[in-house]
């Protein structure tokens, strides 16, 4: 102990200048996340009023494109996969953010018309600017492929005999597909766009 208390007093010089070199880098960094956050801070603030006195919104228009179904032998079962191709485009004046996609299926002759989820979802997306579009990707799996096909059955069976009977009555409906996008705008306001198709 004696050596170590004749070690510090030899070299507190030295130890001194150590000590505010750690305490000029540390007050340096907090002074740089500081002013980032400042910086940032104030950027979120100037887009916020800029946003509210423009009245600009962010609206993000929803399309299925192109539908494909695979399937894969894993030697005990059949493995399904109904991929559903769609596109985001951001046709308001001002960016979105947090966007969260969901794809499902309303069945039409199921119990309450159920509804039939895809697989992995929602979807993310961090944000997309004034007239940027995305291109992604949800799909249903096995389970939820033979549920669709089986209220699409019902829906055949049901026109099938309307045709033999009075052909002039309205086609019975099938299961309809439903793509739900939800977005915030700038000051965390949250909006929804809707697109669904029935599936014949």
């Given amino acids: ?8 007093e030899e070299h507190s010089n030295l130890i001194g ?3 505010s070199i750690c305490m000029l880098f540390v007050t340096t960094i907090y002074a740089v996340i500081t002013w980032w956050n400042a910086k940032n801070s104030k950027k979120i603030l100037f887009e916020t009023i800029k946003q509210n ?3 600009r919104q962010p609206y993000i ?8 179904g695979s399937s894969f032998d894993t030697s005990t079962s059949m493995r399904i996969q109904l991929n559903f191709n769609y596109k985001l485009e951001n046709v308001g004046d001002s960016s979105a953010v947090t966007i969260y ?3 499902y299926a309303r069945m039409e002759y199921q119990s309450d018309h159920k509804l039939v989820y895809a697989h992995l979802m929602p979807n993310y997306k961090h944000s997309l600017k004034v007239g940027q579009t995305t291109k992604e990707m949800l799909h249903f799996e096995t389970d939820e492929f033979r549920e669709i096909i089986e209220d699409l059955e019902i829906s ?6 309307r045709i033999e009977t009075d052909p002039t009555r309205i086609p019975f ?7 739900r996008t939800l977005y915030q705008n700038m000051i965390g306001q949250w909006f929804e766009s809707v697109f669904g198709a029935g599936i014949t």
Avoid: H, Q, W
């Fill in 1 to 8: 102990m004696v050596t170590i208390f004749t070690f510090l």
């Fill in 17 to 19: 200048l150590c000590s």
């Fill in 53 to 55: 006195r423009e009245e």
């Fill in 61 to 68: 228009v929803p399309t299925i494109g192109d539908v494909k």
């Fill in 101 to 103: 996609t969901m794809l």
């Fill in 156 to 161: 055949y069976a049901k026109n099938m005999k």
């Fill in 173 to 179: 409906k099938g299961p309809s597909i439903i793509l």
